[in-house]
Nanobody, 124 residues
Framework: QVQLVESGGGLVQPGGSLRLSCVVSGRTFSSYVMGWFRQAPGKEREFVAALRWSVGITYYADSVKGRFTISRDNAKNTVYLQMNSMKAEDTAVYYC?????????????????WGQGTQVTVSS
């Protein structure tokens, strides 16, 4: 079993930055794919970014490419999502997820473990 705990959400102005953290614990997860998803009210959960923990390969949704960065800290068992140049449309609940597969997928159903989510609101 893998446990995921997100933190770092909050209110930020358009153009501002925020960093989300996801602490990972439980079974060996160094071979997992870690993903960030988000869900706005009335919308489906959508892929944001993913990272293959063992080799550091990353993949981003077009809507966040160039603005968001996913990274990991092996010593802290933590995955980060650095969000810059934020827009109102980035407002959503953000979820951290883990996938036992070695292949990065953008489909939420492909992920095996989920965190509880953290609210991000971009507003002036």
């Amino acid at each position: 079993q893998v446990q995921l705990v997100e933190s770092g959400g909050g209110l930020v102005q358009p153009g501002g930055s925020l960093r989300l953290s996801c602490v990972v614990s439980g079974r060996t997860f160094s071979s997992y794919v870690m993903g960030w998803f988000r869900q706005a009210p009335g919308k489906e959960r959508e892929f944001v970014a993913a990272l293959r923990w063992s080799v550091g390969i990353t993949y981003y949704a077009d809507s966040v490419k160039g603005r968001f960065t996913i990274s990991r800290d092996n010593a802290k068992n933590t995955v980060y999502l650095q969000m810059n140049s934020m827009k109102a449309e980035d407002t959503a609940v953000y979820y951290c997820a883990a996938d036992r597969s070695l292949v990065i997928t953008v489909q939420a159903r492909g992920y095996d473990y989920w965190g509880q989510g953290t609210q991000v609101t971009v507003s002036s």
